[in-house]
Protein backbone atom coordinates (compact mmCIF):
# COMPACT_ATOMS: atom_id res chain seq x y z
CA UNK A 1 0.00 0.00 0.00
CA UNK A 2 1.55 3.53 -0.94
CA UNK A 3 1.90 5.75 2.68
CA UNK A 4 0.38 8.97 3.40
CA UNK A 5 1.20 11.19 0.76
CA UNK A 6 1.44 15.12 1.26
CA UNK A 7 1.28 17.80 -1.44
CA UNK A 8 3.17 20.44 -1.82
CA UNK A 9 6.36 19.10 0.52
CA UNK A 10 7.77 22.84 0.73
CA UNK A 11 5.57 26.28 0.77
CA UNK A 12 6.81 29.52 0.89
CA UNK A 13 3.67 32.37 1.96
CA UNK A 14 3.75 35.89 2.75
CA UNK A 15 1.81 37.72 6.01
CA UNK A 16 -1.91 38.12 5.34
CA UNK A 17 -1.67 35.46 2.51
CA UNK A 18 -3.93 32.18 2.83
CA UNK A 19 -2.34 28.75 2.04
CA UNK A 20 -4.38 25.42 1.35
CA UNK A 21 -2.40 21.62 2.57
CA UNK A 22 -3.48 18.49 1.03
CA UNK A 23 -3.17 15.27 2.74
CA UNK A 24 -4.11 11.68 1.01
CA UNK A 25 -4.37 9.08 3.35
CA UNK A 26 -3.32 5.35 3.47
CA UNK A 27 -6.16 3.51 1.05
CA UNK A 28 -8.93 2.34 3.08
CA UNK A 29 -8.21 4.93 6.33
CA UNK A 30 -10.78 6.90 7.13
CA UNK A 31 -9.31 8.93 9.63
CA UNK A 32 -7.32 11.77 8.65
CA UNK A 33 -5.45 14.01 11.74
CA UNK A 34 -3.62 17.43 11.55
CA UNK A 35 -0.39 18.69 13.43
CA UNK A 36 1.81 21.43 13.66
CA UNK A 37 5.51 21.03 14.80
CA UNK A 38 7.12 24.01 15.47
CA UNK A 39 10.13 24.46 17.64
CA UNK A 40 8.84 26.37 20.37
CA UNK A 41 6.11 24.86 20.77
CA UNK A 42 6.48 21.10 19.28
CA UNK A 43 4.11 18.69 18.05
CA UNK A 44 0.68 19.78 18.39
CA UNK A 45 -3.00 18.47 17.30
CA UNK A 46 -5.13 20.40 14.71
CA UNK A 47 -8.07 18.42 14.41
CA UNK A 48 -9.02 15.14 13.17
CA UNK A 49 -11.37 14.19 10.47
CA UNK A 50 -13.93 11.16 9.41
CA UNK A 51 -16.59 10.44 7.16
CA UNK A 52 -16.34 13.69 6.06
CA UNK A 53 -17.14 15.31 9.60
CA UNK A 54 -14.63 16.94 11.92
CA UNK A 55 -14.55 14.75 15.18
CA UNK A 56 -11.88 16.14 17.53
CA UNK A 57 -10.57 19.60 17.40
CA UNK A 58 -7.17 21.01 19.16
CA UNK A 59 -6.94 24.30 20.67
CA UNK A 60 -6.34 26.32 17.88
CA UNK A 61 -7.71 29.63 16.06
CA UNK A 62 -10.65 29.87 13.99
CA UNK A 63 -7.85 31.11 10.81
CA UNK A 64 -6.88 26.96 11.00
CA UNK A 65 -9.76 24.84 9.11
CA UNK A 66 -10.14 21.79 7.42
CA UNK A 67 -12.14 19.48 5.68
CA UNK A 68 -12.49 15.83 4.41
CA UNK A 69 -14.21 14.67 0.68
CA UNK A 70 -15.37 11.63 0.26
CA UNK A 71 -12.32 9.72 -0.75
CA UNK A 72 -10.99 9.93 2.75
CA UNK A 73 -8.47 12.83 1.35
CA UNK A 74 -8.26 15.79 4.16
CA UNK A 75 -6.84 19.36 3.10
CA UNK A 76 -6.38 22.00 5.43
CA UNK A 77 -6.68 25.89 5.13
CA UNK A 78 -5.14 28.62 7.13
CA UNK A 79 -6.31 32.42 6.63
CA UNK A 80 -4.21 35.57 7.40
CA UNK A 81 -1.12 33.67 7.51
CA UNK A 82 1.27 35.21 10.60
CA UNK A 83 4.99 34.40 11.36
CA UNK A 84 4.21 32.20 14.00
CA UNK A 85 2.56 29.94 11.16
CA UNK A 86 5.36 28.84 10.00
CA UNK A 87 6.00 25.12 10.53
CA UNK A 88 5.98 21.39 9.64
CA UNK A 89 2.49 20.15 8.86
CA UNK A 90 2.27 16.84 9.63
CA UNK A 91 -1.18 14.80 8.85
CA UNK A 92 -2.16 10.81 9.63
CA UNK A 93 -3.98 8.50 8.87
CA UNK A 94 -5.73 5.32 10.44
CA UNK A 95 -8.44 3.03 10.53
CA UNK A 96 -10.90 3.41 13.24
CA UNK A 97 -12.16 0.73 15.22
CA UNK A 98 -14.31 0.71 18.03
CA UNK A 99 -11.24 -0.02 20.41
CA UNK A 100 -10.13 4.15 19.03
CA UNK A 101 -6.26 5.19 19.37
CA UNK A 102 -5.25 3.47 16.30
CA UNK A 103 -1.77 3.41 14.95
CA UNK A 104 -1.65 6.59 12.87
CA UNK A 105 0.65 6.88 9.74
CA UNK A 106 2.35 9.49 9.15
CA UNK A 107 3.03 11.41 5.86
CA UNK A 108 6.18 13.54 5.46
CA UNK A 109 4.77 17.01 5.86
CA UNK A 110 4.53 20.54 4.25
CA UNK A 111 7.14 22.63 5.45
CA UNK A 112 5.53 26.30 5.58
CA UNK A 113 7.83 29.26 5.60
CA UNK A 114 5.74 32.76 6.08
CA UNK A 115 7.93 35.79 5.22
CA UNK B 1 -5.53 17.75 30.84
CA UNK B 2 -3.11 15.36 29.66
CA UNK B 3 0.56 15.93 29.79
CA UNK B 4 3.71 14.28 28.57
CA UNK B 5 7.93 15.41 29.77
CA UNK B 6 9.99 14.08 28.33
CA UNK B 7 12.98 15.60 30.48
CA UNK B 8 16.24 14.54 28.52
CA UNK B 9 16.56 16.55 25.40
CA UNK B 10 19.61 15.77 23.68
CA UNK B 11 21.33 12.51 24.60
CA UNK B 12 24.49 11.24 22.79
CA UNK B 13 26.24 7.70 22.83
CA UNK B 14 28.59 5.71 21.30
CA UNK B 15 27.90 3.29 18.91
CA UNK B 16 26.92 -0.10 20.94
CA UNK B 17 26.03 1.24 24.37
CA UNK B 18 22.71 1.13 25.15
CA UNK B 19 20.49 4.33 26.03
CA UNK B 20 17.55 4.69 27.85
CA UNK B 21 14.73 7.58 26.95
CA UNK B 22 12.85 8.67 29.39
CA UNK B 23 8.63 9.56 29.45
CA UNK B 24 6.76 10.55 32.37
CA UNK B 25 2.83 11.68 31.75
CA UNK B 26 -0.20 13.11 33.67
CA UNK B 27 -3.77 12.07 33.08
CA UNK B 28 -7.08 12.40 34.10
CA UNK B 29 -8.09 9.21 32.44
CA UNK B 30 -8.32 5.78 33.72
CA UNK B 31 -7.59 3.85 30.25
CA UNK B 32 -5.47 5.66 28.26
CA UNK B 33 -2.84 4.57 25.21
CA UNK B 34 0.97 5.47 25.35
CA UNK B 35 3.08 5.33 22.12
CA UNK B 36 6.25 6.02 21.04
CA UNK B 37 7.60 7.88 18.10
CA UNK B 38 10.87 7.97 16.09
CA UNK B 39 11.33 11.34 14.08
CA UNK B 40 14.67 10.86 11.83
CA UNK B 41 15.78 14.01 9.57
CA UNK B 42 13.85 13.07 7.07
CA UNK B 43 10.86 14.69 9.40
CA UNK B 44 7.96 11.76 9.02
CA UNK B 45 7.20 10.18 12.00
CA UNK B 46 7.61 6.28 12.47
CA UNK B 47 5.18 4.36 14.92
CA UNK B 48 7.67 2.44 17.18
CA UNK B 49 4.73 0.99 19.85
CA UNK B 50 1.46 1.62 21.46
CA UNK B 51 0.45 0.48 25.10
CA UNK B 52 -2.42 0.70 26.77
CA UNK B 53 -2.93 1.12 30.35
CA UNK B 54 -4.15 -1.97 31.17
CA UNK B 55 -1.47 -4.15 30.12
CA UNK B 56 1.97 -2.99 32.37
CA UNK B 57 3.94 -5.85 30.89
CA UNK B 58 7.36 -4.89 29.70
CA UNK B 59 7.96 -5.27 25.83
CA UNK B 60 10.76 -6.11 23.51
CA UNK B 61 11.22 -5.82 19.65
CA UNK B 62 14.92 -6.89 19.09
CA UNK B 63 17.22 -3.94 19.66
CA UNK B 64 14.03 -2.30 21.33
CA UNK B 65 12.48 -2.50 25.05
CA UNK B 66 9.57 -0.41 26.29
CA UNK B 67 9.42 -0.32 30.14
CA UNK B 68 5.31 0.49 31.42
CA UNK B 69 5.18 1.27 35.23
CA UNK B 70 1.99 3.10 36.15
CA UNK B 71 2.79 3.07 39.42
CA UNK B 72 5.11 6.15 38.25
CA UNK B 73 3.38 7.38 35.50
CA UNK B 74 6.19 6.59 33.26
CA UNK B 75 6.75 4.76 29.80
CA UNK B 76 10.46 4.74 29.21
CA UNK B 77 12.05 3.11 26.17
CA UNK B 78 15.72 1.41 25.85
CA UNK B 79 17.55 0.86 23.10
CA UNK B 80 20.57 -1.86 23.21
CA UNK B 81 23.77 -1.82 21.27
CA UNK B 82 23.02 1.31 19.42
CA UNK B 83 23.80 2.39 16.10
CA UNK B 84 24.53 4.96 14.29
CA UNK B 85 20.93 4.53 12.41
CA UNK B 86 19.35 5.15 15.43
CA UNK B 87 20.16 9.01 15.51
CA UNK B 88 16.81 10.57 15.71
CA UNK B 89 14.40 12.82 17.51
CA UNK B 90 11.80 10.00 19.93
CA UNK B 91 8.55 11.55 20.74
CA UNK B 92 6.38 9.76 23.58
CA UNK B 93 2.54 10.20 23.59
CA UNK B 94 -0.36 9.80 25.16
CA UNK B 95 -3.81 9.64 24.14
CA UNK B 96 -7.79 8.84 25.27
CA UNK B 97 -8.37 5.43 24.81
CA UNK B 98 -11.59 5.27 22.61
CA UNK B 99 -14.32 8.16 22.66
CA UNK B 100 -13.95 11.10 19.93
CA UNK B 101 -10.75 12.24 21.50
CA UNK B 102 -9.07 8.62 20.64
CA UNK B 103 -6.88 9.63 17.39
CA UNK B 104 -6.16 12.98 19.92
CA UNK B 105 -2.33 12.20 20.32
CA UNK B 106 -0.46 14.63 23.11
CA UNK B 107 3.43 14.44 22.59
CA UNK B 108 6.19 15.03 24.78
CA UNK B 109 8.72 17.71 23.36
CA UNK B 110 11.04 14.52 22.48
CA UNK B 111 14.37 13.80 22.62
CA UNK B 112 17.63 14.13 20.16
CA UNK B 113 19.32 10.85 20.36
CA UNK B 114 22.82 11.14 18.43
CA UNK B 115 24.77 7.61 18.34
CA UNK B 116 28.36 8.87 17.64
CA UNK B 117 30.45 6.10 15.39
Known amino acids: KAGVTQTPRYLIKTRGQQVTLSCSPI?????VSWYQQTPGQGLQFLFEYFSETQRNKGNFPGRFSGRQFSNSRSEMNVSTLELGDSALYLC??????????????FGPGTRLTVL | AQKVTQAQTEISVVEKEDVTLDCVYETRDTTYYLFWYKQPPSGELVFLIR??????QNEISGRYSWNFQKSTSSFNFTITASQVVDSAVYFCALSPLGGTGANNLFFGTGTRLTVIP
Open chain 1, 27 to 31: SGHRS
Open chain 2, 51 to 56: RNSFDE
Open chain 1, 92 to 105: ASSELTSGGANEQF
